[in-house]
């Protein structure tokens, strides 16, 4: 009965994705009709959310066609790719601090509110679930690599601002190259060297149910279309701050970074209900990792290529942020094993950080 119940709401949350599609013409539409920029951001962002869900699962398919080490490329290219143009056209705009705040919050969000909400959700079917120590750590220590990688550019700022105003750009660019080289070493390790430990949760057996022409041309017209409704979602921001009074900072944390990875939070907490938790924490913390080892430095290359370049100087309240929910999730993760109560504190964890950022100015 408990399967019935997990399968049925897997199906239920499928169909609540195709549905939410008529958001996207829908935003197209009322963009022309100079529609209130408020409701505008809205409607993008309910936009979005189904169209970063296809290209997820367009990827997925494309990898059992390719194998798993294309497969696992493809992943990385396309696993953030909605966060990934949100950016693009948010440095096109001049709203760095927008984009800075939107990686903080899909960090925070995915070790807080991704795996709490994971853990919650399974541990409502299973008393006790557990999962491999040896890979959760492995992706948990890449994730304190990358704050030490953030957290330098800060420090160096503070203990000597006379000269690092002149070479911050140099430096955040040093930086993020030996971020990117990190990063795709992960790949290696996770694809070749220790894929044992990556695979256990995934059926050996697993056959596409998209055809390869299918997946490839919903991944394109996805992409496209999330390209669309960034460029909408990003002109109506600053409308917003001035309508709401809300911080960029606040709604790069909160809203941006939710929006770019809801259809990754549903997904892992399906996957918890079924007791895949091995595969529940790949997605939140190998989304963490990569927005972090991935994202953020290329978007640092990337916005050379702008007005104002992108530095990987974080203020300190994200910075602080950032680190207790590190922290906090390598607690968690310990033990090799997690219950409804420790998914609760994360999510608690995760709203005190929210109402944080929505009071700080």
């Known amino acids: 009965m408990a399967e019935k119940t997990k399968k049925n709401g897997a199906d239920w949350l499928e169909s609540i994705f195709f549905y939410m599609l008529i958001f996207v013409p829908f935003a197209i539409i009322l963009n022309f009709l100079n529609f209130p920029a408020s409701s505008l951001f809205i409607i993008c962002a309910l ?4 169209l970063a869900k296809y290209i997820g699962r367009a990827t997925e398919e494309l990898s059992l066609y390719v194998g798993s080490g294309v497969g696992g490329l493809l992943n990385a290219t396309f696993g953030n790719a909605t966060e990934l143009i949100i950016a693009i056209f948010a440095l096109r705009a001049g709203l760095i601090e927008v984009v800075k705040a939107s990686i903080t919050g899909s960090i925070i969000g995915n070790i807080l509110l ?11 079917y299973y008393k006790r679930q557990k999962f491999n120590l040896t890979s959760a750590m492995a992706g948990s220590s890449t ?5 030490i990688a953030l957290i330098i550019p800060a420090i160096f700022l503070q203990t000597s601002p006379a000269s690092a105003s002149n070479i911050i750009e140099e430096l955040s660019i040093f930086v993020a190259v030996f971020m990117l080289i990190t990063y795709f070493a992960n790949l290696f390790f996770m694809l070749y060297t220790h894929k044992h430990l990556y695979t256990e949760e995934v059926g050996k057996n697993e056959k596409p ?3 390869k022409k299918k997946s490839i041309v919903i991944l394109l017209l996805a992409t496209l279309f999330v390209s ?8 109506s921001i600053e409308p917003l701050v001035r309508t709401f009074g809300w911080s960029e900072l606040f709604i790069g944390v909160i809203f941006i970074a939710i929006i770019g990875n809801a259809a990754e939070h549903a997904s892992a907490m399906v996957m918890a209900m079924k007791n895949r938790m091995d595969l ?4 939140s913390f190998g989304s963490a990792t990569q927005m972090v080892m991935f994202v953020a430095p290329l978007l640092v290359l990337v916005s050379l290529f702008f007005s104002n370049p992108m530095s990987l100087v974080f203020n300190s309240f994200e910075l602080i942020a950032l680190v207790v929910s590190v922290i906090i999730g390598n607690f968690v993760l310990q033990d ?3 219950n409804w109560l420790e998914g609760l504190q994360l999510l608690i964890a995760y709203a005190i950080l929210a109402v944080a950022f929505f009071f700080h100015g």
Do not use: D, R
Not at 114 to 124: D, L, N, Q, R, Y
């Open 47 to 50: 936009g979005i959310i189904p």
């Open 114 to 124: 991704v795996t709490g909400a994971s853990m919650f959700a399974g541990g409502i």
């Open 143 to 147: 994730l304190l690599l990358a704050l």
């Open 209 to 211: 149910l998209w055809s």
């Open 228 to 235: 669309f409704l960034s460029e909408i979602l990003v002109s």
């Open 280 to 283: 529940a924490l790949q997605i």
């Open 336 to 338: 090799g094993e997690c």
